[in-house]
């Protein structure tokens, strides 16, 4: 397809266990973005990269959050640890340019039980 | 106080009925204003962007900015059954900061026949 894909679709996680999750954008969007979507609420931003370069982390809510995009394309958030409250939809999009529409991704639903 | 504010309704009406969406925000740093909609368990998805204040409009679809009150809307006209969905306002303050929206709660949006 040519939308933003991402993986798993659902995520059950113990209480304290890391997850994953992947975020493929759409080919030569050089700007991808993660949101954390609580149940009845909007997405609230968690980071940006450019290309591979994170240019801002500042909404991840604690240091157990950390992510990726190596290679420029391909990107990867980690939660370490995690917690009750980190249950919620993630959310990628991507754009392709830093000014430009975001294309959001169907999101991750993480449950941490 | 949260930097947007957007009644979650929810709210019901009738097909065809004029439907008005609102959110109140607080940051004068905002610039660009957006209207996305996000259909059950998908990803959201742009209707409407506005640069400052003004009117657009786009179909059955006008947003209007009023940055001296900041306050801006979504009309939808002669609603439709396939505009149920939530509908979430997004703004940002352009420049490397245009990807990172601070959205509305959404508000739920009902059309029956």
């Known amino acids: 397809g040519a939308g933003v894909s991402q993986s798993p679709r659902y995520k059950v996680a113990k209480r304290g266990q890391d997850v994953a999750l992947r975020c493929d954008p759409i080919s030569g969007h050089v700007s991808l973005f993660w949101y954390q979507q609580a149940l009845g609420q909007g997405p609230e931003f968690l980071t940006y990269?450019?290309?591979?370069?994170?240019?801002?982390k500042s909404g991840l809510p604690s240091d157990r959050f950390f992510a990726e995009r190596p290679e420029g394309s391909v990107s990867t958030l980690k939660i370490q640890r995690t917690q009750q409250e980190d249950s919620a939809v993630y959310l990628c999009?991507?754009?392709?340019?830093?000014?430009?529409?975001?294309?959001f991704g169907e999101g991750s639903r993480l449950t941490v039980l | 106080q949260k930097e947007v504010e957007q009644d979650p309704g929810p709210l019901s009406v009738p097909e065809g009925a004029i439907v008005s969406l609102n959110c109140t925000y607080s940051?004068?740093?905002?610039?660009?204003f957006m209207w996305y909609r996000q259909y059950s368990r998908k990803g959201p998805e742009l209707l409407m962007y506005?640069?400052?204040?003004g009117n657009k409009e786009d179909g059955r679809f006008t947003a209007q900015v009023d940055k001296s009150s900041k306050y801006i809307s979504l009309f939808i006209r002669d609603s439709q059954p396939s505009d149920s969905a939530t509908y979430l306002c997004?703004?940002?303050?352009?420049?490397?900061?245009?990807?990172?929206?601070?959205f509305g709660q959404g508000t739920i949006l009902t059309v029956h026949p």
């Open positions: 940051n004068s740093a905002f610039q660009y």
């Open positions: 506005t640069y400052s204040s």
């Open positions: 997004a703004m940002s303050g352009g420049g490397t900061s245009y990807g990172k929206l601070t």
């Open positions: 999009a991507s754009s392709p340019d830093s000014a430009g529409e975001l294309f």
């Open positions: 990269f450019q290309n591979e370069a994170q240019l801002d």
